[in-house]
């Protein structure tokens, strides 16, 4: 028999679509972790009886349940009294919760505001969830059939408390085999052609969930304690293609690439047309860039492009400022410029405007300069705007990580 | 009587937390500016069980119920089963959502699968809904005290089909007073000051709703028909600060900027150090950018910043690469070398490593150079990586927003 579980979300902000709810697709995800089956998320506003109906019906589905929101401290905050009327309990006033808000505030050399004592209110026999980084306490409650964990609404809070305080408690409950979940992330490959490839993978203790982030795919191989999950990767990665799966638990393909390039002591610079920038601010996402990335000229004019990277103005009248020339012409101009080991060059039109019969919206040159020569690849890209400019920033990274593993 | 909806969102993809759901929110801030109050909102997978328990439930509650998703050609697509399974009749094909689907593969040159036949059943009853940018039609079904609609999860496709077909639907059931909303979108200013700020604005047949998206804050005026919904966007801009509002009703900072420079026939180039390439991928996010951004220069290393910006290396030596003199070098240099109206220079250290005594993580130096001569800020950013660099980019558009507002 699964292990269900429903997520409630509270939150008016969330019901009325101010903000999009995060909490409930993390929450789902590491519940999931532990073998458990998700049954419903419900989102409710800041209405007494509507949480307090839908923490009745949860409870009724679920064998645990994980609410989030409406511990804070003022009159819309109504998680706590919509909990003590769903079990049939008062509210009162826990000591050791009071004295957590107070410690929270002392720790910021603040006055506790009377306001924030409400916090301290638990459904009588609730058991008390420590905060250790806010003023709303979490409870537990459980009515035999089921677990209900109340969390505080902010994710900062509430991911800690899941992980430290929720998981134990629900793996210390039921019986549950771990899953490991191998993450297996993928470049240049459509989710659909991802899900052709693995189509029969499946096989009892083993399932295959998908995930696109554009344009990368992510495949996540969920595999049951037991069997080996090193070697369904490396099944999983020949059937997928080993030039698209950049990473195996990894983090995202600029930060491999970083990783890389620091590994090997080398050094790229960029000139972007189209992509003005953003692959650039891909590689120095995280912290320590400087370690291999010297800079970049985002070359949007065509005077840009011959005052930074020496691109020859009539390279680019003759050929046009998207060419096969041109984005090799920026890739070593600055290579030569920067000095660096590698270098990166793209011209593309991203659209929707600029098109031509012979250079379509979409039209796509990459170069990457480096010791062994220039690689270019031209692609023609079907999305709009945005999705073209993303799909150029990968589709470059990606070319320099293949540049890289040809020189190992 | 207030109307209220819920909105019911299906897919295992949703639940499982590997997609976050955006059609809820969207959908829930259409039927709001109706003035419909938002009850709940469900997710559930693909279990036909789950769908049908939930479709019901929602019938019981609202007025009004949307459900986006399983209408696909699978068999995981199980909401027409499921809602006619709720209703208590059988599914029947519709020869005219058949014809319909029939029209959408005869439009793209592709013969149909004879799959996507079966999207063409419809609860017995049920009025069809058209989709005309994809092949699962829609439907409606009225219980005499609940209207609910069925679209297509795809958010291309279910948009159209409410603003075309759900909300001319339910205007014409239900007599409400559409409210109009106000937009102003506000920069250098904490959710909580803009709150503070706002405080007591509220009067009957006016909300006030806040949406952080940071580093911008929106406030939303939700006004009454019959209101001068001008008149208190005024009041409103003159409570927030009338420099913190950077537009009404607009796109984002960069748009506005971007817009402005076009009308002014002026152009901008960027030097950007710790934001690495964000203030160009910012600028040219929309189309038709090369009205007005030249280039820029990513200068990460010192030796970017000389070469393609002619910083003096002594002065860099001298007074550090964060510092006053190295921000109005950068954007007086890189707007000398492009020939634009203004220059840009960004240079700090955006954390968590970096910092020293004198220079801690967060501190950030933007100049704007123009015809008027050197604009410089200096600010000590308390944020993570990322939020330092989104916020350098903010900071840093809006002190050339500023600018071009003191040479109107």
């Known amino acids: 028999m699964p292990v269900r579980f429903d997520i409630v979300s509270q939150g008016e902000e969330l019901l009325s679509g101010q903000n999009v709810d995060t909490n409930a697709p993390w929450i789902s995800g590491e519940l999931q972790s532990l073998g458990l089956v ?9 209405e007494l009886a509507s949480i307090r109906a ?13 609410c989030t929101g409406g511990l804070g401290p003022t009159t819309d905050d109504l998680t706590r009294d919509a909990a003590a009327a769903a079990f049939g309990v008062p509210l009162e006033e826990s000591a050791e919760g009071l004295a957590q808000i107070e410690e929270r505030y002392r720790s910021r050399l603040r006055p506790m505001p009377p306001t924030n004592r409400v916090q301290a209110l638990l459904p ?70 991802a899900g052709e490839r693995m189509a029969g993978f499946e096989r009892p203790g083993v399932t295959v969930g998908y995930r696109a982030s554009f344009p990368e795919v992510q495949v996540k191989l969920h595999v049951d304690a037991g069997l080996d999950g090193d070697a369904l990767a490396e099944e999983a990665i020949a059937r997928l293609g080993r030039q698209h799966v950049f990473g195996v638990g990894t983090g995202p393909l600029a930060s491999v690439v970083g990783d890389m390039l620091r590994e090997r002591g080398e050094t790229v610079s960029t000139a972007e047309s189209c992509t003005a920038g953003r692959i650039s601010a891909e590689l120095t996402a995280a912290a320590g860039a400087s370690d291999f990335f010297l800079g970049g000229a985002v070359v949007y004019a065509n005077a840009a492009k011959t005052d930074f990277c020496g691109v020859p103005a009539e390279l680019i009248a003759r050929e046009g400022a998207v060419s096969e020339s041109v984005a090799r012409a920026l890739a070593e101009g600055v290579r030569a410029r920067m000095g660096s080991t590698w270098g990166l060059g793209v011209t593309g039109i991203a659209g929707p405007g600029g098109g031509s019969e012979e250079k379509p919206v979409g039209t796509l040159h990459i170069a ?33 990580r293949q540049a890289m593993l040809k020189r190992t």
């Open 38 to 46: 998700p049954g419903r998320v419900s989102v409710v506003g800041d």
């Open 54 to 66: 839908v923490l009745a019906e949860a409870a009724q589905r679920a064998s645990v349940v994980v």
């Open 124 to 193: 009588r026999g609730a058991e008390l969830l420590e905060n250790r980084l806010g003023t709303a306490p979490g409870f537990a409650w459980d009515t035999g059939s089921c677990m209900l964990f109340f969390l505080p609404g902010v994710p900062f809070e509430m991911r800690p408390m899941v992980i430290q305080q929720v998981l134990p408690r629900v793996r210390a409950r039921f019986s549950l085999e771990p899953r490991r979940t191998v993450l297996l992330r993928c470049v240049s490959l459509a989710e659909s052609v």
């Open 368 to 400: 990457c300069a480096g010791p062994g020569g220039v690689d270019h690849t031209a692609l023609r890209l079907p999305y709009d705007r945005l999705r073209n400019l993303s799909v150029s920033v990968a589709l470059t990274l990606d070319l320099l």
